[in-house]
């Protein structure tokens, strides 16, 4: 015997409870006291993000701990506060994050400024042979070059048949 859903005439499993799939899931959506809890936790959720949001003074004390401690120890310390705001494992993460683009932000800004500054440095020219041997004359060392105990590999047969010669 076969079964059929009671919506469409689609034909279901004897263990389904009357309906296919997607009729079940109609069925639910249409249904006044799901709607309203969805809305209801929805709702909550918004609430209890707002609640997450950090003071500016929580913030700064968060950074500052940040700077000497590390993640785990500062929410530690967080936790054991009795001025009563609560502070998650995540908002401490997320002030290391904020920490490192604050941080990027000023490398990057100094790096833009040295190469303004390179900009316009005027361009050495390179010494001539008299030059050298004058400073040579006045005490500079030589620098011994580095010189490699193997070939580079532009001066090897290379492949997979090297290992049998």
């Not at 968060?62 to 401690?69: E, W």
Request: net charge positive; hydrophobic share 40%.
């Amino acid at each position: 015997m076969t079964h059929s859903c009671c919506d469409c005439a689609r034909p279901v499993t004897k263990y389904s409870k009357g309906r296919c799939r997607s009729c079940a899931s109609k069925a639910v959506n249409r249904d006044r006291a799901v709607i309203e809890k969805r809305t209801n936790t929805l709702r909550t959720r918004a609430v209890t993000k707002k609640a997450e949001v950090l003071t500016p003074a929580t913030t700064s004390l968060v950074r500052a701990l940040l700077r000497q401690h590390s993640v785990s120890d500062t929410y530690a310390a967080l936790k054991r506060r009795e001025d009563g705001q609560p502070v998650t494992y995540n908002q401490v993460r997320q002030q290391v994050r904020f920490m490192q683009e604050d941080v990027a932000v000023e490398a990057l800004a100094a790096l833009s400024s040295a190469a303004a500054l390179v900009a316009h440095a005027p361009v050495k020219r390179p010494l001539t042979f008299e030059e050298q041997l004058a400073r040579v004359a006045a005490g500079a060392a030589l620098v011994p070059t580095f010189r490699q105990s193997r070939p580079d590999p532009s001066r090897t047969l290379g492949g997979v048949a090297t290992g049998m010669l």
